[in-house]
Structures are given as C-alpha cells and as structure tokens.
C-alpha cells in the first residue's frame, strides 16, 4: 500500500513538472529558428565510436612494389 | 541571436584510438553541422547517424584526394549532400515533390520578415521537421545550409550548382515557403 502511494506521489510530481509553461520564443527568421534547432540538436556519441573501430579496420592495402609486379612476384 | 551550445569533444582527450589526430579534429569540429543536415534532410535520427557515420568514413577514405581548395567543411557538406540525395533517390520513401507545391506556399500570407513564435519548445523540433518535409528538396536543402553562418553564399551555391543570385532568390522564396509552413503546424 505504502509503496503504491508513493508511485502516486511521483508520478504527481512528474505531471506537475510537464504541466509548467514554457515560455514563448520569437525568432526573426526561419534561419535563426534553425540555428536555435541545431543548437538543441545533440550529437550521437555512438557515431564517434562507430567510426573509430570502422576507420581502425581500414588498414591500408598492401602495395605491391612495380618490381614485384613486373616481374611477378605476387604469385605465390 | 542564441549563444551557440558548446560541444564536448566527442573523441575525447586522446582522439588516436582509432582515428589520426588530425581526422579527429576534423570530426570534432564539423560533425555536428553534418550531423544535424542529415538528420533535418532525411527526417529520421536513426537514419542521419548511419548517414553521418558513412560521411566520414567516406572522408576518412578520401582525405589523401581533399586538395584545399575549398573548405574542409564545403568539402564534407558535399560528400553528405551526395550521400542524402543518394539515400533519397533509393529509398523511393519520399512523396515526389514539384516546386508548384511550393509556390502555393510561397503566395501565401506568410512573410519571411514577420517573427516565427513558439510556444512550446518541446515540440518544436517536430514542427521544423514536419515544415522541412513539406518542401522541396532543394528549398530543404537551402534552408539547412544556409543556417550554418559558416557557409557564404557563393560557398551555398558552388554546393548546390548555382549562382549566388539565384540561392538569394530561391532563399526568399523557401523562407517564405517555410514560414507559412511553420505557421500551419501550430
């Protein structure tokens, strides 16, 4: 029972929370309203961390030296 | 005029685990103005971090070929316009859209020098996003380029293949599209 009315109490606090009014912006022009929006934006950190091991498994090919190649030396 | 957020360095202290130190840099600096392109022309978050992601890899390949003669930025934002229009063309996902649609809107009331109110930030995302879509791609396209002050006008229309004088023109126009857009979300 104790532990319902807490629940109660807390989900209360969230409405109060949500129910709060903002207050009004203005923007002069569709750019600033995008340049706020970027602003908000945030960047995925799983981007970063995608593309370290993605750029960690691109090793370098291997280069076959012109004597090697002219000569035939990438056969086994 | 907001105060631009301050971003943390997503590669941390020591960027070299896995990326040169100097690509890192590149990322840390550019990688939001990508990001947020990507996520505001395909409309989809999920999306737009594969899309970024794909971007500098891209670029990470490529970064040998990158002669300097234009911006490091110019040189991602087209690599990411080729790749969102790519994606795009693929999909087959969007509603086809022809710039009549767009002259509706911009004969409409709305003008681009009258504010754009906002209540409610918490939707307010939905509501550029939602106002995004209905434009064209190439007004979409303008719009998110030409809020980065970073980017002049000519370095806009070498990115979009065309005259200074005709971004300034399809910019009102797509302002003006966009603004009475905004308005109708409400």
Redesign the interface.
Known sequence: MKQHTKLTQKSESVVEQHSQP?A??????????????????T??????E???????N?APPPRIGWLKRFFGGTKP | MNEPVERESVTGKTPAGGLASGFAAIYDEHSHAIFYLALRYLGDPEKAQDATHDVFLKAFRKLDQFRGDASVRTWLYRIAINHCQNLCQSWHNRNVHSNADDSIWENSAAKTDSPLRVLETKELGQRIQKSLDSLSDEYRLLLLLVADEELSYEEIATLVGQTADAVRGKLHRARKAFAAHFEKTV
């Open positions: 903002q009004a912006m203005e923007f002069a022009s569709s750019d600033e309203l995008l340049r706020f929006d970027a602003a908000q934006t960047l995925p950190p799983e981007i970063a995608r593309l370290k091991r993605a750029a960690g691109l």
